[in-house]
T-cell receptor, first 115, second 111 residues
Framework: EAGVAQSPRYKIIEKRQSVAFWCNPISGHATLYWYQQILGQGPKLLIQFQNNGVVDDSQLPKDRFSAERLKGVDSTLKIQPAKLEDSAVYLC?????????????FGPGTRLLVL | GENVEQHPSTLSVQEGDSAVIKCTYSDSASNYFPWYKQELGKRPQLIIDIRSNVGEKKDQRIAVTLNKTAKHFSLHITETQPEDSAVYFCAAIGTGNQFYFGTGTSLTVIP
């Protein structure tokens, strides 16, 4: 089966600019996650969707980050405006059902560098 | 919320030796504990997981043990090979189905 797709793979922007990432989960997967992975650290959950509804966004910096999953399939994560500390890899993952006790399949990630 | 601690942060072993990575968690309601392997520049990939109703699970050279009373779980890799070199992350599912990852262990297997 096709894996989780993400684009772009790399992005370099200047601070205060805006950026958007796109994720296409595995077909049929109900749950979609966005993670931020700073170099040398474990992934940190930013937001979790079940179909097109938000399950958890408690760790999403809502003053600058936003995410949506229209139609319950693809998702976009936006940062506006970006800060230097947003430099990280943004990972998207999906799982088949509505429980977190399911294997998460990760995409290749988008590596963001904010200058 | 859940707090997952992982030790050691780096680990070097000789090829053929065993490697053990330990994680502790704080939320007694956590009931699912996956382990991920992440090679440099690649995505995390699930290598083994365990649920709270099981104390141990094994898959070839990899095993995971869970002690719910002490709130810790461990990854055991036997007969290590150079291709086992990677960063390993533990995770725990806390209250509200949130995924919490440990800080990672960089494993180096020396040929």
């Amino acid at each position: 089966e096709a894996g989780v797709a993400q684009s772009p793979r790399y992005k370099i922007i200047e601070k205060r600019q805006s950026v958007a990432f796109w994720c296409n989960p595995i077909s049929g997967h109900a749950t979609l996650y966005w993670y931020q992975q700073i170099l040398g650290q474990g992934p940190k959950l930013l937001i979790q969707f079940q179909n097109n509804g938000v399950v958890d966004d408690s760790q999403l910096p809502k003053d600058r980050f936003s995410a949506e999953r229209l139609k319950g399939v693809d998702s976009t994560l936006k940062i506006q405006p970006a800060k230097l500390e947003d430099s990280a890899v943004y990972l998207c993952a999906s799982s088949p059902r509505d429980s977190s006790e399911e294997t998460q399949y990760f995409g290749p990630g988008t590596r963001l560098l904010v200058l | 919320g859940e707090n997952v601690e992982q030790h050691p942060s780096t680990l070097s072993v000789q090829e053929g030796d065993s490697a053990v990575i330990k994680c502790t968690y704080s939320d007694s309601a956590s009931n699912y504990f996956p382990w991920y392997k992440q090679e440099l520049g690649k995505r995390p990939q699930l290598i083994i997981d365990i649920r709270s109703n099981v104390g141990e699970k094994k898959d070839q050279r990899i095993a995971v043990t869970l002690n719910k009373t002490a709130k810790h779980f461990s990854l055991h890799i036997t007969e290590t090979q150079p291709e086992d070199s990677a960063v390993y992350f533990c995770a725990a599912i806390g209250t509200g189905n949130q995924f919490y990852f440990g800080t990672g262990t960089s494993l180096t297997v020396i040929p």
